[in-house]
């Protein structure tokens, strides 16, 4: 986190190893462990020996979709109630129960785009001038 003036600005990094030592940085997409891209945070993201690029959450992901993506979670946590209770009176002596990691990939068959949009796409100059243009703000 950053703290400017009267306000705070939540900065995280991402990184992408490259084992395979493909140079491909079209096909990387950082892991985004149990929650998604805040609108008005920063996020560096980089792919090991290739390229480092920043953005907002606010332009890889709309809020009306970020909403729909958290409560579909939400839901899930929620059914957990009816679960136990439809086992309460069975068998289980070693405790069997689901275990639902919280965890969001990129699939193409979610995109609304022909393909997944690369975070090193020609538009990442645009998202990184986003981001700049975001800080000159708060400098004020």
Known sequence: MVFIFDGVVGIEIK????DKGEKNLQTSRPMWNSNLPK???IYVYGVANLDI???KGSDILSYETREILLKYFDTLDKDEESLK??????????GFAPYIRKAYE?????SNHHQIESFF???HI?????VL???KTLAH
């Open 53 to 55: 690029t920043f953005f």
């Open 106 to 110: 990129h699939k193409k068959e979610f």
């Open 15 to 18: 990184f992408s190893k490259n």
């Open 133 to 135: 243009e975001f800080l």
């Open 121 to 123: 796409s020609p538009n």
């Open 85 to 94: 209770n439809a086992l309460k009176d069975l068998e289980n002596p070693f």
């Open 126 to 130: 645009l998202r990184e001038q986003n």
């Open 39 to 41: 609108p008005n945070a």
